[in-house]
Structure formats: C-alpha cells, structure tokens
C-alpha cells in the first residue's frame, strides 16, 4: 500500500492554464505539506496543514491555493501557470508538528510551456 | 532563520571507498536533523535521523552523529555500493519555534555518484 500517494505523476501544460496537483496519505498522519523542488534539486517548503488548518504559508505567490478536505488529503491549486512554476512538487505527511520525521510522495513533475 | 549548508556535488567514488558528506547548520532553537535520499525518478526517504546532541543516527551502512559545538551532522559511509548513487539531503526541523510547525529546511543536496 502506497503510504503517501501523488496525482499526477506528470504534468505538462500551457501558461495561464490552471492545474490541481491531488496528494493522499493513509498514515493516519494529522500533517500534511507541499514542497517545491527546483531545476537545482532545492528543496523548500511551500505550505503546511495540521488537522485541516493552514498552519505554515510561506512566500508563495497567492496563485498557489492549498485545499485540506479532510486529514487525510491536501490539494494544491495553481492559477494562471507561468513559465517559473515547472519544477516537482512533492507532497509529505508527519504525524504531528515539531520535529517529526516527514514521509514523502513519488513528486509531480509539473512543465509550463 | 533556520539554515543547512551542504559540500557541493556532485562526488564521484569508486564502489567500496569511503563517503563523507559535511552538513552543518544554523537554527535558533533545538533541531531534530535528518538525511533524505532521492534515487533517480523518485521521491524523497528518510536515511537516518537524530533528535538531540550526540545521538547516533544509523541505517544502512550510513552513519551520522548530531554534533551541536560544532553544528554538524556528516553523513559517512564505510564501504558505498553503487546501488548508494542518489542526491543526498541534509534537513533540519527545528522545535525550538513552539508552533513552528515541523516545516523541514534543507540543504541543496549532494549528488553521489559511485562508480564500479
């Protein structure tokens, strides 16, 4: 059973398009976050949700709009794509919010054209 | 704020040599610290952690010791395989913030490749 599983696996797509990236984990986890891995294999956080609650939001461009349903689930949606935004956006989940140890899904690998 | 600074890569070694990969590190509190392992096409896992000065942390023939005079967290390896070769990243979650929220901060990643 895949722990923490990502939709799409790819993703390639016109600019101003809007996209969904979907992400699910069956840990039972009460964290869930998105990353954004550059070209550069940087690695930085994107959001975080505790619980359903938006607990971190760093420096994103208000484009980028993360949706928690339920524990066990965290949207991200992209408006308006640009060119800046390809990269792999991998999503992961802890069991709680200090210090934990993060479980990551495969990435989706998202190409603006 | 929080910051890992990671040797640059890539590394090239022979398979059975020795890997060092230096990790040091600022935080303002009291950071658990890990390395993640990303092999080619695939997501990130977690080699080994330590939450505390001078814990151990060890998995697979990989070992690293939290060292918090000198700020460091070297990933070693006695013998690397060539099944090793991956980008290498060195985290830090730092629980010192109360609320911060377990937000990872990484280092740029070390690409290791061993070669036969």
């Known amino acids: 059973d895949t722990a923490v599983s990502q939709t799409p696996k790819y993703l390639v797509t016109q600019m101003g398009n809007d996209k969904s990236i979907k992400c699910e984990q069956n840990?039972?986890?009460?964290?869930m976050y998105w990353y954004k891995q550059d070209s550069k294999k940087f690695l930085k956080i994107m959001f975080s949700?505790?619980?359903?609650?938006?607990?971190i939001n760093e420096t994103v461009p208000n484009r980028f709009s993360p949706k928690s349903p339920d524990k066990a689930h965290l949207n991200l949606h992209i408006n308006s794509l640009e060119l800046g935004d390809s990269a792999v956006y991998f999503c992961?989940?802890?069991?709680?919010?200090?210090?934990?140890?993060?479980?990551f899904g495969p990435g989706t690998r998202l190409t603006v054209l | 704020g929080d910051s890992v600074t990671q040797m640059e890569g890539p590394v090239t070694l022979s398979e059975e040599a020795f890997l060092t990969i230096n990790c040091t590190y600022t935080a303002t509190g009291y950071p658990s610290l890990f390395w993640y392992v990303q092999y080619p096409g695939e997501g990130l896992q977690l080699l080994l952690k330590?939450?505390?000065?001078?814990d151990k942390g060890s998995n697979k023939g990989f070992e690293a010791t939290y060292r918090k005079e000198t700020t460091s967290f070297h990933l070693e390896k006695g013998s690397v395989q060539v099944s090793d070769s991956a980008v290498y990243f060195c985290a830090l979650s730092d629980r010192g913030t109360g609320g911060g929220g377990n937000k990872l901060t990484f280092g740029t990643g070390t690409q290791l490749k061993v070669e036969l």
């Open positions: 949700y505790n619980n359903k609650e938006l607990i």
């Open positions: 840990l039972g986890h009460d964290t």
């Open positions: 330590a939450t505390k000065a001078d």
């Open positions: 992961a989940s802890s069991p709680g919010t200090s210090g934990y140890q993060q479980f």
